[in-house]
């Protein structure tokens, strides 16, 4: 079964190759090939040499990093405001603006990393067999992931936290019976609409990016329709929708199968960053000509692949990701029988919390690729590599049995 989830991601794997070759720009398409390559490799090596108890220590391990990461960033902006990304200068706007950095130049990518610890820990935490000293941790891990990426100002970070709250209330209570799981389910959404509310009467800055950014700030006297019209124009006219909008030009332009070229966005930026209302003829300049910034990323990873890889990259992309998500889910399911068992007395067996983890991180990473580029980001990738190819071994173990011998144990 693991050959066969391998298998799963050679034909994208071959075909980003092909796509490499073929590129305009060998270094840049160097680079994306490997941001394939490279996870798969960790996954590899991982599944060789790491039987059931030493995949539950590396998750273990790993949650711990990100913890750490997250007690430095909080040390680190306390003492220097974040002017500093380890022994480095940070980048001035993010100074400016307070944002928390962590080990990262850009917040928005440190909230990533934060989010896949608070989908870890949040996996851990919704296990019924966890003790009530695991659950402990994992709540402070999560307090500290959510204070992290409130902190770092990123908008993305708290929708993806929202997000993950939403799918463990949906995928992860398998294991409770049907009255506690509703109960679970009513505390926790009465919970996080109190917080919410409590938030956005605030005036912390924080939230104050979200109601700038959404025309939330002046809606007094404004219809639903018209704060939807203005969130929309808001972001039409950002920075990110003026790049989502020369990617899908970029595409469309190109033959829409193949893309235009895996790493080729950052060349071809500037001839499609302007928008199509020009007339060249009649001497009309574009309403948006964007000639002021270079983008590098489309901060959409999900629009860039489409736009480098096309419509064929994508659709090979999504066979793997279906596929991992299908195992887990399936994984959940038996787990979640297992332990309704009468005569279950198996403690220390269970692989639940560490099944779960793994999908709410790609989960996460999913989401929040929607509008940012975090899985441009070498760390992130290798992170959210070792902990999906972790939980897809423990799930494929769940459902057919372990394959690993004792001294692999």
């Not at 820990?121 to 994992?138: D, N, P, Q, V």
């Not at 463990?168 to 049907?178: C, D, F, M, N």
């Not at 950014?213 to 990110?240: M, P, W, Y």
């Amino acid at each position: 079964m693991i050959s066969f989830v391998l298998w799963g991601y050679a034909p994208f794997l071959l075909y980003s190759l092909i796509r490499a070759f073929q590129s305009g720009v060998y270094m840049n398409a160097e680079r994306s090939f490997l941001l394939h390559l490279t996870p798969l490799l960790l996954a590899v090596t991982i599944l060789v040499s790491c039987g059931v108890s030493r995949l539950k220590t590396l998750y273990n391990v790993i949650l711990t990093n990100l913890f750490l990461i997250g007690i430095y960033a909080i040390i680190n902006h306390a003492l220097n405001g974040s002017k500093l990304v380890l022994w480095m200068p940070g980048y001035e706007q993010y100074i400016a603006e307070a944002r928390m950095t962590g080990t990262y130049y850009c917040p928005d990518h440190f909230a990533g990393a934060m989010e896949i610890g608070f989908a870890m820990a949040l996996g851990l935490f919704t296990g019924r067999e966890s003790t009530i000293k695991r659950r402990l941790l994992c709540g402070l891990v999560m307090a500290l992931a959510v204070y992290c990426t409130i902190m770092s100002k990123s908008r993305g970070g708290g929708l993806t936290i929202l997000i993950l709250l939403v799918s463990v209330l949906t995928l992860g209570l398998g294991q409770w019976r049907t009255a506690k799981r509703w109960i679970i389910r009513g505390i926790a959404t009465a919970a996080a609409i109190a917080a919410l509310i409590i938030l956005w009467n605030s005036n912390i800055a924080y939230m104050n990016r979200f109601k700038v950014h959404f025309g939330f700030d002046s809606t007094a006297g404004k219809s639903t329709e018209q704060v939807i019209e203005t969130a929309k124009i808001n972001l039409i006219n950002s920075c990110r929708g003026r790049m989502y909008a020369g990617a899908i030009r970029a595409w469309r332009s190109s033959n829409m199968l193949f893309g235009i070229g895996p790493g080729m966005h950052q060349h071809l930026w500037p001839h499609f960053s302007a928008s199509e209302d020009g007339d060249r003829e009649n001497g009309i300049w574009p309403s948006s000509t964007f000639y002021d910034l270079h983008s590098y990323e489309v901060h959409s990873d999900w629009l860039q692949l489409l736009e480098e890889y096309g419509t064929i990259g994508i659709i090979l992309f999504l066979i793997p990701v279906a596929l991992i998500t299908f195992i887990h889910i399936k994984a959940l399911s038996h787990e979640s029988r297992r332990r309704k068992r009468r005569d279950w007395n198996e403690p220390g067996t269970e692989m639940h919390g560490y099944i779960l983890g793994g999908l709410l991180s790609g989960i996460a990473m999913a989401f929040h690729s929607l509008g940012d580029f975090n899985l441009q980001i070498p760390a992130t990738v290798w992170i959210l590599g070792a902990v999906v190819a972790t939980s897809t071994v423990l799930s494929i173990s769940s459902i057919y049995g372990s394959t690993r011998t004792k001294e692999n144990e």
